[in-house]
């Protein structure tokens, strides 16, 4: 059985830790390799390290290090199959939606690769007589990323690229859950050449993360996961002086008015909710009708029960299993409390069996209706396939629903209404919105908006955020004799 490593200034290195975890294969429970949870050691090797490569790293000129980011764009691209199996593998996801996180990997590659503009400063001249003042970006030093593990190998290239092309050396905690497929990537990155402990790879859980936040070297840290951990993350990173951004979960509620296109909404909101079998900080999770539901409900529910469960490899399969036992246990307990709630089960996916592949996690497209707005399952972070149905009679209703709630990862409506799709993006309390859109993902480009508890921190990641995270502003004031002389 393959022991993982880590990634230490340029080399696979064994874990100063002698605990390991099995990474199962969520299908199956099939033992895929086994995790070490790595030690304060581990961290400690991986900072050093960072911050010997951060020198070289720093003095290169942006357009020489961006030129590592096209090669890695090019060896994501070849080896997009090979990695988007990896993912399957690990965390269950079909082979379509692994291989569509790698494209959104890439595309994040390839915004850094704009670094050189985006890293650009601000000039102004003759601030006082003969005086100029300008601003300039440089980088941080070492920054880590601690990722979870429902996006295998998404998350940190919202991250990574940008803070390798600012010029900081960088260290990759992935989620123990699914550490195989970023130390895939970072195998291939090796091709790069980068210089040594320009990038780095440490393997575990809790103890990695604290010592990642405790240690003096590392200035700033990229943070996905539960708001829990979250909350943790950032407030331990700043009581030790670091630059924290911290996405959270969240409960992405979609409002649909009577207006909207039935069979479009349909579709586009069955696949919002049960895309990664529901484990997705944008996963539509609450559906609320406003006015007349009876189609709506009936496409909805024809779609649910359509919808193929099983092994993310196979062609027609278009939902695989949850992550883990224990995941599939706090899901199907929280459909039962929605029913002690009130709730009617329209779909029922628990105990759902695949052939061939009975230890599976799998459960089926479940949609419950009724649920109370102001219980308990209508507040919790589900993580799992489950449409929660509600309806009600005003738009009004529907958005101080969606205000009340703790989390803002994203809120979306389907309308033919252009001004209450305005009023909706107006008011609604959430960082990222669709409009006739069930899973508003912002692009590169973009910075991914979490607000509430689904986001702890000022500057988020991908974009220009990310280029203004991953450095430090430095002014200058200048003056030069010549002009001085000149004056008087
Ligand atoms: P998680 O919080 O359990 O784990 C995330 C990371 O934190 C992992 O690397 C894990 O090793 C570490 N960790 C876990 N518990 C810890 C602790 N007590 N102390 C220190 N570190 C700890 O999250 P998960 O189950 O891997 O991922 C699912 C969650 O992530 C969901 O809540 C989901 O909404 C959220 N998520 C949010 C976004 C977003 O953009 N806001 C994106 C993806 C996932």
């Known amino acids: 059985m393959e022991k993982l490593q880590n990634y230490i ?26 995790v070490p949870f790595g030690n304060r050691q581990d961290v400690a090797d991986a900072a050093a390290a960072a911050q010997s490569g951060f020198q070289e790293w720093r003095s290169m000129p942006v357009s020489k290090r961006v030129q590592y ?27 379509i939606e692994a291989r569509a996180e790698i494209v ?49 190998g ?30 895939k990537i970072v ?9 040594k402990g320009v990038l780095n790879l440490v393997q575990g859980a809790r103890e990695v993360v604290d010592s990642l936040l405790e240690h003096p070297v590392i200035k700033a840290i990229s943070f996905v996961g539960s708001s829990n951990v979250a909350r943790h993350v950032y407030a331990k990173g700043a009581a030790n002086g670091k630059r924290v951004q911290a996405q959270g979960g969240a409960k992405n509620p979609v409002i649909v008015l009577p207006d909207a296109d039935i069979e479009m909404t349909s579709q586009i909101v069955i696949d919002s909710v049960y895309g990664c079998a529901g484990q997705r900080c944008l996963a539509a999770s609450t559906i609320i009708t406003v006015g007349d539901h009876k189609d709506i409900t009936e496409s909805l529910v024809e779609s649910a029960k359509a919808r ?11 939902m695989g299993p949850v992550i883990s036992p224990e995941s599939k246990n706090r899901v199907q307990t929280l459909i039962e409390r929605g029913i002690n709630e009130g709730g009617r089960l329209l779909v029922d996916g628990r105990n759902a069996k695949v052939d061939g592949y009975e230890q599976g996690n ?21 993580f799992g396939p489950v449409l929660s149905l509600v309806h009600i009679n005003t738009i009004d209703e529907a958005i101080r629903y969606i205000n009340a709630g703790k989390y803002g990862n994203m809120a979306c409506i389907f309308t033919s209404s252009g001004s209450n799709a305005r009023k909706f993006r107006h008011e609604a309390e959430a960082g990222n919105i669709g409009i006739n859109i069930g899973v508003a993902a912002p692009v590169a480009q973009f910075p991914f908006s979490g607000w509430k508890d689904s986001f702890y921190g000022d500057l988020h990641g991908q974009g220009k955020h990310a280029i203004e995270f991953f450095t430090q502003t430095k002014v200058v004031i200048e003056r030069w004799l010549k002009e001085w002389n000149r004056k008087f």
């Not at 090669?71 to 082979?95: M, Q, V």
């Not at 010029?167 to 990759?172: A, F, K, L, P, T």
């Open 104 to 152: 959104r990997a890439i595309e994040n590659v390839e915004n850094a690769c704009g670094t050189p503009t985006l890293i650009q400063g601000e000039f102004s001249e003759d601030i006082a007589k003969g005086i100029d003042e300008y601003m300039i970006r440089q980088p941080l030093g070492v920054c880590a990323c601690i990722a979870p593990f429902n996006f295998p």
């Open 154 to 183: 998404m998350i940190t290239f919202w991250f990574l690229p940008y803070a390798l092309a600012c010029g900081n050396s960088y260290i990759i905690k992935p989620s123990e859950k699914v550490p195989l497929t970023m130390t």
């Open 362 to 382: 799998f459960i089926n497209p479940t949609i419950i209706e009724d649920i109370p707005l102001d219980g308990e399952l209508a507040s919790t972070e589900i």
């Open 69 to 95: 980011l096209f090669k890695l764009k090019t060896l994501l691209e070849d080896n997009i199959d090979d990695i988007a199996k990896t993912i399957t593998l690990e965390s269950g996801k079909t082979f």
């Open 187 to 195: 195998g291939l990155m090796e091709q790069l050449d980068l210089p």
């Open 9 to 34: 200034n340029g080399e696979w290195v064994d874990s100063h830790s002698d605990q390991f975890e099995k990474v199962l294969n969520p299908a199956n429970q099939e033992v895929l390799a086994l």
């Open 308 to 318: 193929k469960t099983g092994f993310g490899l196979d062609s027609d399969v278009l």
